[in-house]
């Protein structure tokens, strides 16, 4: 069982940055690959960006590629999500997520994912 935590969403105009924290817990942390999701009002939730189990590969939708970087630390089982250039877009609730049933290198599909945090709200002024 993995438990997961975010921080460090917030309100910013649009062009700023952020930076998006995800603290885990269990001690398979560093076997499960982990994603990036959002969900804005009235829409499904989408994928964001993903990172293998090493950290050695991500991937990204293409609505963020270039701006987002997804990054994590093993050893303090802790995944990140820096976010530049926001747009005002980028706004929703945003969660990350894991689980053991994707293999190293994770999916974009939500439904592969079992554990979830509780998301943390970034909103871009425009």
């Known amino acids: 069982q993995v438990q997961l935590v975010e921080s460090g969403g917030g309100l910013v105009q649009a062009g700023g940055s952020l930076r998006l924290s995800c603290a885990a817990s269990?001690?398979?942390?560093?076997?499960?690959?982990m994603g990036w999701f959002r969900q804005a009002p009235g829409n499904e939730r989408e994928f964001v960006a993903r990172i293998s189990t090493s950290g050695g590969s991500t991937y990204y939708a293409d609505s963020v590629k270039g701006r987002f970087t997804i990054s994590r630390d093993n050893a303090n089982k802790m995944v990140y999500l820096q976010m530049n250039s926001l747009k005002h877009e980028d706004t929703a609730i945003y969660y990350c997520?894991?689980?053991?049933?994707?293999?190293?290198?994770?999916?974009?599909?939500?439904?592969?994912?079992?554990?979830w945090g509780q998301g943390t709200q970034v909103s871009v002024s425009s």
């Open positions: 269990g001690r398979t942390f560093s076997t499960y690959a």
């Open positions: 997520a894991s689980g053991p049933r994707m293999g190293s290198f994770g999916s974009s599909n939500r439904y592969q994912y079992d554990y």
